[in-house]
């Protein structure tokens, strides 16, 4: 069993009556619902809480954030962004959703503007699977379509992913690296581009399957604390 925080903003739900009928109890609820069903032990944070829900305690006791942002960004305290990015250097991982590309987490880990180019008119993706064999698209077709999104479109500003799994095309043309693997220390990322707080992508089953299985690959392993430092010989030395 997986230990997640699902993190939200929680501030489109409760401005928008748009956004509400989509996702009335929150964006986190539906996350950490589709996650409590596939049998991860699932807890949820938002910005307007204490440390943004987000204190010391909790993230030591998280194998994987789920991180969901889009208005404010620039609300995050800079010191709780720091504390997120030293959990997952030391092997906390990290699953950054959509407009979380440009959150202070995700630009802090890979160094660059995070930047892409953006359309919302509600066309139809076309999620392909670029890597099947990789963990995260177990259980997945070779490509799903999701019937209403927001476009991302290529250049995204990121560093050259260590995996590509999925690749997605717009009706409108562009394409864009949807599926991004990385590792900060010891601490595994996963940047997943479907979702908009408008549409009800997170309810359907194959993002929910996504979601788990990025939960499941990021979540930290059983092997050996590494040890920094000055260090005494293992064997005798002359």
Same mark, same amino acid.
């Not at 305690?57 to 030293?86: F, M, N, P, Q, Y």
């Not at 995070?114 to 359309?119: A, D, I, N, P, V």
């Not at 601490?187 to 979702?195: A, E, L, Q, S, T």
């Given at each position: 069993?997986?230990?997640?925080?699902?993190?939200?903003?929680?501030?489109?739900?409760?401005?928008?009556?748009?956004?509400?009928?989509?996702?009335?109890?929150?964006?986190?609820?539906?996350?950490?619902?589709?996650?409590?069903?596939?049998?991860?032990?699932?807890n949820?944070?938002?910005?307007?809480?204490p440390?943004?829900?987000?204190?010391?305690?909790?993230?030591?006791?998280?194998?994987?954030?789920?991180?969901?942002?889009?208005?404010a960004?620039?609300?995050?305290?800079?010191?709780?962004?720091?504390?997120?990015?030293?959990?997952?250097?030391?092997?906390?991982?990290?699953?950054?959703?959509?407009?979380?590309?440009?959150?202070?987490?995700?630009?802090?880990?890979?160094?660059?503007?995070?930047?892409?180019?953006?359309? @919302?008119?509600?066309?139809?993706?076309?999620?392909?699977?670029?890597?099947?064999?990789?963990?995260?698209?177990?259980?997945?077709?070779?490509?799903?379509?999701?019937?209403?999104?927001?476009?991302?479109?290529?250049?995204?500003?990121?560093?050259?992913?260590?995996?590509?799994?999925?690749?997605?095309?717009?009706?409108?043309?562009?394409?864009?690296?949807?599926?991004?693997?990385?590792?900060?220390?010891?601490?595994?990322?996963?940047?997943?581009?479907?979702?908009?707080?408008?549409?009800?992508?997170?309810?359907?089953?194959?993002?929910?399957?996504v979601?788990?299985?990025a939960? @499941?690959?990021?979540?930290?392993?059983?092997?050996?604390?590494?040890?920094?430092?000055?260090?005494?010989?293992?064997?005798?030395?002359?």
């Amino acid at each position: 069993m997986v230990t997640v925080t699902v993190w939200n903003e929680f501030r489109h739900e409760r401005d928008s009556q748009e956004v509400a009928a989509v996702y009335p109890d929150g964006i986190h609820t539906v996350v950490a619902d589709a996650l409590t069903d596939r049998g991860h032990d699932v807890n949820t944070a938002t910005l307007d809480e204490p440390e943004h829900g987000l204190s010391e305690s909790v993230l030591e006791e998280t194998d994987v954030l789920v991180w969901w942002g889009h208005k404010a960004h620039d609300d995050v305290d800079d010191a709780i962004v720091e504390r997120v990015v030293e959990a997952v250097h030391g092997g906390m991982g990290l699953l950054v959703l959509h407009s979380g590309h440009y959150s202070k987490p995700f630009k802090r880990l890979m160094g660059t503007s995070c930047s892409l180019k953006w359309r @919302e008119v509600g066309e139809k993706e076309r999620v392909w699977t670029v890597e099947p064999g990789h963990p995260i698209a177990d259980g997945l077709p070779e490509s799903f379509e999701i019937p209403r999104a927001e476009m991302y479109g290529e250049r995204f500003d990121v560093p050259a992913p260590d995996e590509l799994v999925f690749l997605s095309w717009f009706e409108g043309g562009e394409v864009f690296r949807s599926g991004c693997c990385y590792t900060r220390g010891s601490g595994r990322i996963f940047y997943f581009r479907p979702g908009h707080e408008t549409y009800p992508i997170y309810e359907q089953p194959e993002v929910q399957t996504v979601i788990d299985n990025a939960v @499941e690959w990021a979540a930290p392993g059983d092997g050996p604390t590494p040890y920094f430092g000055n260090a005494d010989p293992r064997e005798e030395l002359d």
